[in-house]
C-alpha cells in the first residue's frame, strides 16, 4: 500500500490546496485492520491506492515503518485532520458535508461541530442507512448543496469504495473516508483519554471499552505479516 510519510501539518497544508483546486480529491485513513483487509482484497487495495493522500492512521503502521528504509514520520488520524479542517473553514465561505453513521448521527454530528466551531458551515448530512440503494439521493443532495468537503463514514471497504466509484460525479474538492467519526462528532463515542492518544494506544482503549476482538485479531494479523514480509520472503 502507499501511504504518504507526510507529517501532519504537512497533510493539513496539502488539503489546504485541494480546497483551493476545482476537482475532487480522495483521501483514506488505513489503519492495520484496513492495511490486512486489503492485503486480502486486491480491489480494495486498488482503491486505496488510488487516493490522493493515504494517510498512516493508526500507531502500527507508522512502527512498521521504521523495518524499511521509507519511514512514516508521525501518525495522522482521519479524527484529527477532520477537526483541523473543520477549524481551518470555520468563518470562511467553506462548506461542508456529513455522510454516514446511523440515523441521526450526522444531524447530532452538525449541531456538535458547529458549535463547536463558531462560524463553521455544514450545510448538509444523511446517515449511511441503506447507503447502497439512496447513494443516487446523497449524490444529488450534494451536488446541490456543492460543499467544497464531504466527510464519509459508512466504515472500512464501504466508504472507501463509495467514495472511489463516485468522486467524479461530485461537485466537491475534498472527500474524506474516516469510519466511525461522525459518531464522536455527535459525542456517541469518546475518544480516548490524551495519555493513551500520546502513547499511541487508542487501540488498546478501544479494546477495553468496546470489546473489538475483531480489531485485536486484525492487528496480530498485520504484526506477523510485517515480519513475514521484512524478514522472510523480502530481504532487500
Partial sequence: MNINTYTFNETLEIC???LASNKPH???TPNPEVIV?????SAFMKILNDGDLVIPDGIGVVLASKLYKTKIKE????YDLSLALLDYIKDTDFTVYFFGAAAKVAERAKASMEA???????????????FKNKSQEVIDDINTKKPDMVFVGLGMVNQETWIHENAKQLDTKLLIGFGGVLDHFAGDIKRAPVIYQKLGL?????????KRKGRQKALNKFIVEVFKERFGRNKS
Fill in 16 to 18: 489546504k490546496g485541494y
Fill in 26 to 28: 480522495m483521501i483514506f
Fill in 37 to 41: 483487509k486489503a492485503n486480502e482484497d
Fill in 75 to 78: 501518525r495522522v488520524t482521519g
Fill in 116 to 130: 463547536k466551531f463558531n462560524g463553521l458551515k455544514v450545510v448538509g448530512c444523511h446517515d449511511g442507512i441503506d
Fill in 202 to 210: 487508542e487501540w488498546l482503549y478501544r479494546r477495553i471499552t468496546l
